[in-house]
């Protein structure tokens, strides 16, 4: 490991289980890992970020590399190969970035935007109690008006197309063990980090029992000794 634990510090949201929740500190996580940098886990429920660094961040992930502060999981992870330039790479070249940004593009707005609506209610109910209120006013405003209930009550219907939407991604691991290629980048962290929010929270299998898909999750979950691949996780599939 490369840092001292201490000087790094990854603030990260928390549910009421002590599971970490959001997909943007999961893609932080593995990045950190990938780099083999030690880092100090601080959680935090909704409510408690704007009391963090005087209000300064909307959001988590935050970094803190010593006097460095910084949110965004983009900025962040493009600031962990200047910071830590003799560890592993997670971009090795300007290319291979931009092709990192067209999956997150590809993945977060036909991918997760549905992951969003059929597990939101999930989310709320695996909150801390206290962030529930938060959660249920600040997302009922993005469903214009829908009680989360309303918004979820036929989100099992909506299963299919989230399915379905994956096909790009089973047909190229059908090709390459990694979204990465030939070994995990930060591709494979930012679709990972999506399927481990929803493990975290989920009451209705995201997959089908023989979803293909089933041996890069496999392949993935147990990379970097598990990464607290922990026993608090929900079925992924059916
Ligand atoms: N663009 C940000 C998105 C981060 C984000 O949306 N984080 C959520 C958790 S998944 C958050 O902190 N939400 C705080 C809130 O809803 O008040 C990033 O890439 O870091």
Known sequence: MTSAAGST??????????????????????????????????????????????????????????????????????YLDRAFPDTPTLFSSPAELAMVRLTDAWFSSEIMRKMFGVYVLDIHNAARPEDRPYFRRTRELRLKGATLEEFTADRAARLPALRDALTPLRAYLERFPYVGGGAPNYADYIVLGAFRWVASVSTLPLLAHNDTLRAW??????????????????????
Do not use: Q
Not at 39 to 59: D, H, M, N, Q
């Open 217 to 238: 999750i496999d392949r993935v979950f147990d990379l970097y000794g598990g990464l607290r691949r922990d026993a608090r996780m929900k079925a992924l599939f059916e």
């Open 9 to 78: 510090r990854l603030y990260e949201l928390v549910l009421d289980n002590g599971c970490s929740a959001s997909p943007y500190v999961w893609r932080i996580r593995y990045a950190l890992a990938h780099k083999g940098i030690a880092c100090e886990p601080i959680p935090v429920g909704f409510t408690e970020i704007p009391k963090i660094f005087s209000g300064r961040y909307k959001t988590v992930p935050i970094l803190e590399h010593g006097a460095t502060a910084m949110s965004e999981s983009w900025d962040i992870a493009e």
